[in-house]
């Protein structure tokens, strides 16, 4: 059975690739806006399975993957920031504190769908208005939930780390092979990274 990425992300799959995933690549369309008074866990629960749905929709014999991740501080979500600005508050907003970062995880096949919720603690160091200045200059925040990348230039903020670290790049990919095991799902696997590079190339919609 083909496994098919219902995302856009490259960290994603740069994630399901070093775990030894075979897949493809089919970013998701879905309105990620959330609802009034919904919960950080349903909303990235609901979220991901919408993406999954939509993907399985155009791809009906394969077994569809998705994600989606927020940062949860204070009770408030945090996606993406919506220009610099946006990234600097909530950069100060996580400083010297501790936060938690929630992906919902959604595998769909056929008639069956399988939905979960990885949370990932992170504590920040302080950060001072030059560093924050310095790291929003870099561009790295702007297409990540929270505003930062652990993987990343903001790896020097990060003090420490309780759960899934994969789960804070964009995938909590344990959960990922438990849910396809547990489930049944006949993915296939690929065999061990040779370091010669390359990987999935998005599937041919035409």
């Known amino acids: 059975m083909r496994l098919i990425l219902a995302s856009a992300s490259p960290r994603r799959a740069e994630l399901l690739r070093a775990a030894g995933f075979a897949f493809e690549i ?23 399975a919408e993406k999954a749905r939509a993907v399985l929709r155009q791809f009906p014999d394969c077994t569809v993957l998705a994600a989606d991740t927020v940062v949860v501080v204070d009770g408030c979500m945090l996606g993406k920031p919506s220009d610099d600005e946006d990234a600097r508050q909530m950069l100060a907003r996580l400083s010297g504190r501790a936060h938690r970062v929630l992906t919902g995880v959604a595998v769909a096949e056929g008639g069956r769908e399988v939905l979960a919720v990885s949370s990932t603690l992170v504590r920040f160091a302080v950060l001072t208005s030059a560093e924050i200045d310095w790291y929003v200059s870099s561009g790295e925040p702007r297409d990540k939930a929270g505003a930062y990348g652990v993987q990343g230039l903001a790896s020097r903020f990060v003090q420490g780390i309780e759960g899934s670290y994969s789960n804070v790049v964009g995938l909590p990919v344990a959960l990922v092979h438990m849910l396809l095991a547990e489930q049944g799902f006949t993915v296939a696997v690929q065999g061990p990274p040779n370091g010669l590079g390359g990987g999935p190339d998005p599937v041919d919609r035409a």
């Open 26 to 48: 089919v970013p998701a369309d879905a309105d990620e806006s959330a609802r009034p008074d919904e919960p950080a866990e349903d909303y990235v629960r609901r979220v991901a």
